[in-house]
DNA sequence: TGATGTGAACCCATTCACAGCC
DNA sequence: GGCTGTGAATGGGTTCACATCA
C-alpha cells in the first residue's frame, strides 16, 4: 500500500539490490535516464525477469513500455536499504585487514563513514588509519555511546573475534560485519554478516579442481593429483 | 565413484565445507577424535540435518551410533575441495587491499600461497608485499604461465577490475576472486566469486533500519540519521 | 507496440522423520 | 540406544509467460 512498502524483501533479491544501486548510479552518472529491465539485467549479469521482480518488491516504480527512471530508482534502492543516512562504524582491529579496512574509500562514498578504530595493542594506539586515531579497546563502549554507532566491524585475529562480538553487543550495536574466519555468537536479534576471504578461495579452489580434472594435468608439481591411490 | 564422488556438490551445501572444515581442525587441535552432527551443527550455527545431508555428499563417511572421525573428515573434506595441494595465487593491485590480502597470513595457512603481486603503478614496483616484490602488470601473463598460476585476485579500483579481468583470463586463469565492486564479465568457464565490502554493509544498513524502525524512534523518514545533531 | 508486474510452474535447498546400522 | 544417511515433504527462489497498461 502506499507507497513506502514496509514488508520485508527476500534475502535473496536484497543481495542484489546494491549491484543494481551501483549501476544505476553509474548509469546516471553517464547521464542516462532511463533503463529496462532487459539492460539492467545485461549489465548485472542476471535474468530481466529476476530484474523485475527485485525491483517489484520496492514498490511499483517502472512505466510499461518504457522502463525505470534512473534517478528515481536510485533513490527508492537508496532509501529502502536505508541509505539516505551516513551510518556510523567502528571498526575492532587495526591490523592489515582493520587498516586497509579504514582506508577504504568505497566505504564512506556508499553511505558508512568510520568514526573509530580500536585495538588492544598498545602499540597501535594513536596511529592515524582512515582519518581517525586508533584507541584502546577499551573505549570501544564509549565510542559507540557517544557516535551512536549501530554497526561494527570485526578485523580481529579469530581468537579475538569473539570477544570482540560480546563488546560490541554489551555497547548495544545491532549489526556486526564480520571478517574474522569464526562463527560468532551472538543474542538473538544482533545481524550478523560473515566475509570470509579464505573460505571463498577454498570454494573457488573447488571449481578449479573440477575444471582441471577434466581439461589438463594439475596445476602444482606439489602432489600427484586428486585421484591416484 | 564408490568412494571418490565425482558427482558434484550442490552451491550452498560447497559454501558449508569450509566452515566445518575450521571447526574440524579446531577440535582436531583440541584433541577431541570424533564429532556428532549435532555438535558440529551447534558449532557451526546450522541445523543438524543440514550438516549430515552436506557431508552425505562426500560419501559415507560417519559411523552410525557413534559420528565422525575427525581426522578422517577433515582429510575427507579437504581434498574435495581440493586443499590437499597448495595452490599458487596471483594478486592484481597492490593498493591497501592487495597488500591486506597478500600479507594476510590465513591465505598461506589454508591451502593457498602468492606468488605474484602486480601493479600498474610505478611507484609500487619493487617494493616487498607479503613476501614477494611487486611486479609490473605486464608481467602477469609471464607470472601467470612460469608459476602455473590458475587462481586470480583482482585488487584494483573498479575503473581497472575489467581489464584486469581480461588479462588474467587472457594469461589463461581459471578462477577469480574479485574484490572491486564491479560486475566483471568473463568467458563462459571462467569460476569467479566476487566480495564486496561496500554491498554487504549495504545490507547489513538494511536490517539495521528495520531493527531501529521497531524498536526505537525512526532514524527520520527523510535522514538526520540514528544521530541527529 | 513495448516493457512492466506477477500468478504459476519449476527447481533447488532446507527440514523432517525414520529406516538402517553400529 | 544412539546417531547416521536419506527419501519425502516443505519452503524459498528463479524463471516462464502473459495480462496489463503507458
Redesign the pocket.
Known sequence: MSDTPRRKI????LG?LPVYLRILVDLSAEGTGQ????Q?AELAA???????????YL??????????DVQFLTYQIQRELGLNQSWPVVIVGAGNLGQALANFTGISERGFHIVGVVDKDESKIGSLVGGVRVKHADELAQIVLSKSVSIGIIATPAQQAQDAADALVRAGIGSIMNFAPTVLSVPRGVNVRKVDLALELQILSYYEQRRNNGLRSVPTGEQSGPVSA
Not at 35 to 38: A, K, L, Q, Y
Not at 46 to 56: E, F, G, I, P, T
Open positions: 527476500p534475502e535473496a533479491a542484489r533503463v529496462s529491465s532487459e539492467l542476471v535474468n530481466a525477469a529476476k530484474v523485475r521482480k527485485d525491483l517489484s514498490g511499483t516504480y517502472g512505466t510499461r513500455g518504457v522502463g525505470y
